[in-house]
């Protein structure tokens, strides 16, 4: 698959040593299972982090780890193939992590309309959590409003397209961003957009679906 768009290196590494919340965890794998780049950077981080826990007396990382893990991977000098089973979408176009929520079909999500050409799916998590995980099918050449983000939000396309001001997202994509990136998705005009998306839990009406909203509810 040909991916653009990646995981930020932080993310990674919270992957790699199990920090990430569960939303944030399901759309990662996702991405891993539908980019070798990146589960192999993961795999990296695992193997390098666990040596270094390993090796320290005190199982402290050195202030220069992150580097030293980044540039392992970066350089290609051990190639290593992912030993995680079960990363890859064995049937259907749901990536594998995401299968046990939605099922292997995204002809048999179950849609909600949420606004002119917006769909959601909200898909439910295994216990109390801080983010929230939900599926997007945007229409084609739709454009969404403006929005920056009331926290970090992580989106992957599953099908279709979608270009803003960080170049054009496709399949595999991943937009990893944090709360300083402001941007205006618009759906190209040939096929919808369907999107996973997490999102650490809005405070204030600053989301992306927040902001679909915004002109329905008046706010
Ligand atoms: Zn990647």
Known sequence: MNVHHHLDDTTLLRYASGDLDEAFLVVAAAHLAMCDHCRHAAHMAEEVGGELLETSDQAVLGADAFERVMQRIDSGEERITAKRQGTRARTGDVPLPLQRFVGNSLDAIRWKSVAPGVRKHDIKLSGPSTSSLYMLHIAPGKALPEHGHGGTEMTLVLSGAYRDELGRFGPGDVADLDEHVEHQPKVEQDAPCICLVATETPT????????????????
Do not use: T
């Open 204 to 219: 204030r009406f600053k989301g992306i679906f927040s902001r679909i909203l915004q002109p329905l509810v008046g706010i």
